[in-house]
């Protein structure tokens, strides 16, 4: 059975995937942040609070026709969560296709998502959840 923590971060994601800005911030703490693995792409580097998480979003899903994430197995500490994400998606102006994994690290606060920090791979995000 699903933790409570667990459960809150795999909402986040299906919201995301079905493109739900209100359920996203139900369950995003008003004073979240997140630090995206991609922010040299995207508009910012770290993006803050519920604004910061409509522009997040926006400036992901701007760049692709499509885009889906898939949560696998998490590693659960305390309040930080450590699990692998599937990113498929097309690409807008290409129409190419692109599939990878990625890592998050999760903190969950007061039950809500209250930070994201993307990893490349799984060692180095094991390494930032092991650190505290």
């Given at each position: 059975m699903a933790s409570a923590n667990?459960?809150?971060v795999r909402r986040v994601y299906a919201a995301a995937n079905a493109r739900d800005m209100d359920a996203?911030?139900?369950d995003t703490h008003e004073d979240c942040e997140v630090h995206p693995l991609l922010g040299a792409n995207l508009a910012a580097d770290v993006?803050?609070?519920h604004e910061g998480v409509?522009?997040?979003?926006s400036d992901l899903w701007g760049d692709w026709e499509s885009f889906e994430t898939s949560v696998g197995e998490m590693v659960e500490r305390g309040d930080r969560l450590l699990y692998p994400v599937?990113?498929?998606g097309r690409g807008r102006a290409s129409g190419a296709p692109f599939e990878t994994e990625i890592f998050h690290l999760t903190t969950v606060r007061d039950?809500?998502?209250f930070r994201i920090e993307g990893f490349s791979d799984r060692e180095s995000a094991m390494r930032a959840l092991e650190a505290t």
């Open positions: 667990e459960a809150v996203i911030l139900a993006y803050r609070g409509r522009q997040w979003t599937g990113l498929r039950g809500l998502v």
